[in-house]
């Protein structure tokens, strides 16, 4: 429940964050989440371009799901729920094991998720 919780704040977050810069465009989004990826993940290009893609698809999705869903939170936050599911599966057929064990880790350290024990070795800088 708390990690639905801190995903919810996270994503609005996000939202209203792009709300108050419309002139990112999503492509502009997917691309710099593809770069900071693409460095702390180590990717090579197939999948640095694959990684493009699912993130590109994810945003343009959450783009509509605000626009379809702006007066019903609870439908909102079910088709968010549901991008992002998509989208770490999507991921998860992309990046090697390690990649996606390192990824998780830095996912949930950044919203906030009580690490457990041997998490460790992500590096500090990635914000993705």
């Not at 709300?19 to 990717?43: G, I, W």
């Not at 993130?55 to 729920?81: G, W, Y």
């Not at 990649?99 to 690490?115: D, H, N, T, V, W």
Request: cysteine-free.
């Amino acid at each position: 429940m708390k990690r639905i919780i801190f995903l919810l704040a996270f994503a609005f977050t996000t939202l209203a964050s792009q709300a108050q810069n419309p002139a990112v465009t999503p492509e502009a989004r997917a691309q710099s989440m593809t770069t900071t990826m693409t460095k702390h993940l180590k990717l090579n290009a197939a999948q640095a371009n694959r990684v493009k893609t699912i993130n590109l698809t994810s945003i343009q999705q959450l783009e509509q799901a605000k626009k379809d869903h702006k007066n019903d939170p609870r439908q909102l936050k079910a088709t968010m729920d549901l991008i992002s599911a998509t989208r770490l599966e999507s991921l998860k057929s992309v990046l090697s094991v390690t990649q996606f064990q390192q990824y998780q880790q830095q996912r949930e350290r950044k919203l906030g998720i009580p690490a457990q024990a041997g998490t460790g070795g992500v590096p500090q800088g990635y914000d993705n």
